[in-house]
């Protein structure tokens, strides 16, 4: 099949016009499609590789959009994507103003249920199913799950629930033994056995009443679509467990999977990275990894936990060093939070090392097992603010707002790499309460690990620039952003810039000066408004009867989009020029 006769084809329904025969040819096809598209730089590369014939199959045999597909995560679902009328869009692919890495709603009929967290998609299917039964509909709902996602524990919730029910719901286990990571735990030792020999007593899924088939090559269709055939005139919960390779059709992408996950710029015809541009600098992820590995080298009661992060949140080295010290539990934030508050228990010191987007997973277990048992364990929230590409499934934007209001919960917003690497350190020595602190994705400003660490003043506040007239408040990393603004900022001596650093406690001693020094108050954070540091100092100054004016520069009530991160800084306003204009726009009010 050509190229061109692949382009003509824009949605499932033109697909189903070609011949059993045909789908092979035109899956080679497809995964080249992926290929190109994302060899310029911007997406998810293994999983959609991994699942082009499994996309192309169940297109082929079931009857969506009427039939509802969900796939888990949405890593896997480009094809699908590609398939469903938005190929031409993946030369903009999760920029600002064009097509989502995850499937969206809003974007496509085909996308029954926006996804960007695992573990959704069964629950999501066995609610749509049920739906349909009250309505008298008959339809098809499929979720397709990872391995390493149908370990997470609402998959279990839902599994547990599905075999209770006749819903009409086919779960397809993707089964590539990887996550972003290499799955871990004792269901991938499960799979593993299952796909080595056939047990003779009922399996896990049958043991929970689901239909099971498999092991079987997901990679090949003709199979696949006998078998999908086959699940079209059954009813009732049922699984398939397919077998498939992550990174399939590109040699380097089978063989480095977690490089390839989400690779960058790479020459589509041999699959060899781009040399990116020389960053001198390093990120604050290596920064945390890299202190956390210092520091357990002498406090033989340092441990880090991570759901399924270990590259991401720069623990690599530290679970090699510390293979016992440094656990990747899967994909189970919730877990990750009591394990750790278990541990602390104990006398260890825990660092749960957790993106700010899935702590909001384990809320309760925050609450419950941490705080109001006043456990010291220590949370790094990394991811936290904008995090780019990904979008609003993403951004760590709630993460102040959602854990201001549990007692006991300290939280701690470095303005830079230093700053982070000594609240790490000072956290090792002992701390009164369960902490939080957070910090962005991206670069930091240090070229190279120094592990000189300083005892942080806890809970005091920093005069980084004096002024006479407006007093900027900055929360985290938007320090820098503040003063990049003031040094060609033409009324700068009107100027203070306070590095506040922590939420909670806050500096109550610095608030009582600013606020009878200045005749106006600017908050900036990276996070939303309502609740977050902000409302701290709104509050603050409510009940200390100031009267000043305060306005908050942080995310207003909305969801932000997608984009790169610089875009949409600039759009909140928070680059050099925007913050400039903030300042300006409050001085002429007050002057």
């Not at 088939?213 to 999908?228: A, K, N, W, Y």
């Not at 009164?432 to 120094?450: C, D, M, N, V």
Request: a neutral charge; hydrophobic letters at 40%.
């Amino acid at each position: 099949m050509s190229r061109n006769r692949f382009a003509s084809i824009q949605n499932p329904e033109e697909i189903r016009k070609l011949s059993q025969k045909e789908l092979p040819e035109f899956a080679a096809a497809l995964r080249k499609e992926i290929i190109l598209a994302l060899s310029k730089g911007e997406g998810h590369l293994g999983s959609s590789l991994g699942t082009v014939e499994l996309t192309v199959a169940l297109h082929y045999c079931f009857n969506t959009p009427k039939d509802l597909l969900i796939w888990d995560v949405g890593h896997q679902a480009y094809g699908h994507k590609m398939i469903t009328g938005r190929k031409i869009d993946f030369e903009s692919l999760r920029q600002y103003g064009s097509i989502s890495g995850f499937p969206k709603r809003e974007e496509s009929p085909y996308d029954s249920f926006g996804t960007g967290h695992a573990g959704t998609a069964i629950s999501a299917a066995l609610g749509m199913a049920l739906s349909s039964e009250l309505k008298g509909e008959n339809k098809q709902h499929i979720a397709v799950v990872g391995d390493a996602s149908i370990a997470n524990g609402m998959a279990f919730e839902a599994l547990n629930h599905l075999g209770t029910t006749q819903a009409n719901v086919l779960v397809i286990l993707n089964d590539n033994a990887m996550g972003i990571d290499p799955s871990v735990g004792a269901l991938k030792h499960y799979f593993e056995t299952v796909q080595k020999e056939q047990p003779t007593t009922p399996n896990f899924f049958e043991s929970l009443n689901l239909n099971y088939s498999g092991p079987i090559d997901g990679h090949d269709i003709e199979t696949l679509i006998h078998v999908f055939e086959k699940q079209k005139k059954m009813q009732g919960p049922r699984i398939i467990h397919l077998v498939t390779t992550k990174g399939k059709g590109l040699p380097p992408a089978e063989n480095e999977q977690v490089t390839y996950h989400a690779p960058g710029k790479f020459n589509p015809l041999t699959g060899k990275l781009s040399r990116p541009e020389e960053h001198q600098k390093l990120k604050y992820q290596d920064i945390l990894g890299q202190t956390l590995l210092h520091l357990a080298k002498t406090n033989e009661k340092i441990v880090a936990l991570t759901p399924a992060m270990p590259t991401g949140s720069g623990l690599v080295q530290m679970m090699e060093t510390f293979p016992t010290r440094c656990i990747d539990v899967g994909i189970a934030e919730q877990h990750a939070v009591t394990l750790a508050a278990g541990m602390a228990t104990e006398g260890m010191i825990p660092f749960c090392v957790i993106y700010s987007t899935f702590l909001q997973r384990a809320y309760d277990q925050v609450i419950h097992d941490v705080a109001l048992q006043d456990l010291k364990v220590i949370f790094c929230i990394d991811r936290a603010g904008i995090v780019g590409h990904d979008g609003p499934t993403h951004h760590g934007v709630f993460d102040i707002a959602f854990l201001r209001c549990i007692p006991n919960l300290e939280i701690a917003t470095p303005r830079d790499a230093q700053t982070l690497q000594n609240l790490l350190y000072t956290a090792q020595l002992g701390i009164p309460h369960p902490l939080a602190i957070r910090y962005p994705r991206g670069f930091s400003e240090q070229i190279k690990f120094t592990p000189q660490f300083e005892k942080v003043a806890w809970g005091k506040g920093q005069l980084l620039k004096k002024g006479d007239t407006l007093a900027v408040l900055s929360f985290g990393t938007l320090a820098k952003g503040v003063r990049d603004a003031l040094k060609n900022y033409e009324n700068a001596e009107a100027v203070s810039l306070y590095d506040m650093c922590f939420v909670k406690p806050l500096d109550t001693d610095l608030l009582h000066s600013i606020c009878k020094t200045y005749k106006a108050i600017l908050v900036f954070e990276e996070g939303v408004n309502s609740g977050g540091a902000g409302s701290a100092i709104l509050e603050f100054a409510a009940q200390e009867g100031y009267h000043l004016p305060i306005q908050l520069q942080g995310i207003p009530d909305q969801f932000i989009s997608h984009g790169k991160t610089s875009l949409l800084h600039q759009q909140l306003g928070w680059d050099p020029s925007g913050i400039s204009k903030k300042i300006s726009l409050l001085l002429n009010k007050i002057q």
